[in-house]
């Protein structure tokens, strides 16, 4: 059998989170940059039937493209590297495998025969990897498959790419496994054995890797590399190295310098050309090469675990690198602030965002923090749950109305100003069943958002249940919060602003998933910029 689409499948082993997404990530920018249409998606073999149920501190952040899937967060590290928009299909967890046979099986599709793994399971994932290959849209599609090899929960993921192997004829898939060369102190010796029991374990499932990418920390010298090659049975120009760098987004830099796009197109029998990478390298610059630095405050509840806010802190990055500014991000614990040591905390930041969340724990130091920015006039952005913030400390401590509050933290609050929305009022199900993906808004004239977007209409993606109460619009209005978005069709108010503040913008949606190495998102570099202004004016103030 032939098919003119190229399948990759990026395995990993001796241990997870080595970067098997910014491996294929790297790569893809690599091949998409000679020319090939080039997507990735990931094969999760967790049971949930996607991460929008999982906590944070369990699977860091939900990633939300545009036609509302819920997915691993490394689906962004795809967008931000290409600049194309993922979907549905590029995301497939172990709980959406067995949900869709299980139905099949309860249609009666498969009447009479046994339901087992192999091939029932085998041929849905196999019909999922192809979904985006079918499509037209694509010359190559990059697939990774999460976890590491030998875990209980891939084997039906990796007897899947044995048999598309098979399938697909040579010179159509190849197979690259990611894996750790330790550096043990105590001997001063790089160790190759882990590689080589990870390599053997694939060997086991029927598969033999085509090219290693080893992560490690030092250089690899010639010799571990031919012997690499020789035991796990590769060329030994297929053997790459992966060593850590100082950003993400030098490990395309790093791949071309190995050569692992020429190896990789060599045995998909495809030609090979130098990439342009002069964007991104031009990117790479000015993020490199700041010309001044500002401190920005994150307050979250999960600023333990960086993930949780990955695409935020992307945002930032692709947003200083436009400014020519660095960004240092200072992540502040929303549970630890308070009316007391706001100031102690806040005061020296340029500028402040509040982030995005569920539930009531730490809302109460975001609100003191919303409050503190207000009134020192610090830039100020609210994203979902900040913008929520924003409106509640408005009602209590500028229209007077104290007992203000969301029902999604009390539902019995004399002043709903944030209230579930209508169409959420009779969902019972948690997985799914959000306001989610790419919406449509309207910006009003010469407010702060429009002059930002420079459009009357944005598309922004949401992922929320509760929304700006409508009844209490026109008192905020009147006391000096505008509302300068709104769906068109619902009314829903996405964006809040206080024109006679610097900058402060609250917004329904999530823009930091849209920012992109190509394009940063507008929101982001108008925040920076309103920051580095802030800057700017209080040590002009000081010097004086």
Known sequence: MTNSIKYIFVTGGVTSSLGKGIIAASLAKLLQAQGYRTTIQK????????????????????????????????????????????SQANNVTTGRIYQSVIEKERRGEFLGKTVQVIPHITDEIKNRVQILGNSGQYDIVITEIGGTVGDIE?????????????????????????????FLSAAGELKTKPTQHSVKTLMESGIMADILVCRTEHELPKDLRRKLALFCNVREEAVIQSIDASTIYDVPNLMLEQGLDKVVLKKLNLTSDKPDLSLWNKFLSRHKNPKSEVRIGLIGKYVELQD??????????????????????????????????????????????????????????????IKYVREQQIPFLGICLGMQMAVIEYTRNVLGLTDANSTEMFPATKYPVIDLMESQKTIINKGGTMRLGAWECELVNNSIVSKVYGSKTIMERHRHRYEFNNKYKSDL????????????????????????????????????????????????????????KQKKTKNSVSMA
């Open 43 to 86: 094969l999760d073999p967790y049971i949930n039937v996607d991460p929008g149920t999982l906590n944070p501190y369990e699977h860091g952040e939900c990633y939300v493209t545009d036609d509302g899937a819920e997915t691993d967060l490394d689906l962004g590290h795809y967008e931000r590297f290409l600049n194309v928009p993922t």
């Open 154 to 182: 891939s084997l039906p993921y990796v007897e899947a790419v044995r048999q598309l192997k098979w399938d697909l004829g040579e010179n159509n898939a190849i197979v690259i496994h990611l894996t750790l060369v330790p």
């Open 477 to 532: 209005e009147a006391a000096g919060m505008i509302a300068t978005g709104a769906n068109p069709k619902t009314g829903l108010v996405e964006i809040i602003e206080i024109p006679k503040h610097p900058w402060f913008v609250g917004v329904q949606y999530h823009p930091e998933y849209k920012s992109t190495v190509a394009n940063p998102h507008p929101l982001f570099v108008a925040f920076v910029k309103a920051s580095l």
């Open 308 to 369: 949780s806010y990955k695409s935020i802190l992307e945002a930032f990055i692709h947003a200083g690198a436009a400014n020519e500014v660095k960004v240092t991000v200072e992540s502040i614990h929303s549970e630890h602030l308070n009316d007391n040591n706001a100031k102690l905390k806040l005061s020296h930041l340029d500028g402040v965002l509040v982030a995005p969340g569920f539930g009531e724990r730490g809302i109460e130091g975001k609100i003191n923090a």
